[in-house]
């Protein structure tokens, strides 16, 4: 299955990394880390994320890495990385829309 990262989804890992980076270059690196190895690790079964509560309708699932929601739709052929959010972050749908993917 290919794995494509939108825009939104880029951002937030940046924003992540860079936000833990002011504590610890290692842990930041780290967390990163985490967090793709888990889409990846989702990839090779992508039904098993849980539905978006706040999304009901949405075709979304979301999986947890640590203090992250990753949320993601996907057909047979990829699955796509929408945004990640903080647990502690409301989701709005405004991070849902950003549809450029790209392989990272």
Do not use: C
Request: charged share 30%; proline share 2%; no cysteine.
């Amino acid at each position: 299955m290919t794995i494509l990262w939108t825009s939104e989804a880029k951002k937030s890992l940046r924003a992540i990394k860079r936000y833990i980076a002011q504590d610890s270059e290692f842990y930041a690196s780290l967390t990163v880390v985490r967090i793709v190895e888990r889409v990846e690790v989702t990839s090779q079964m992508p039904t098993r994320g849980h539905h978006v509560h706040e999304y009901p309708e949405a075709a979304l699932r979301e999986v947890h890495e640590g203090n992250y929601r990753i949320i993601y739709s996907f057909t047979d052929e990829r699955m796509d990385v929408v945004t990640i959010v903080h647990f502690r972050e409301e989701l709005n749908e405004g991070r849902l829309t950003s549809r450029h993917s790209q392989r990272v």
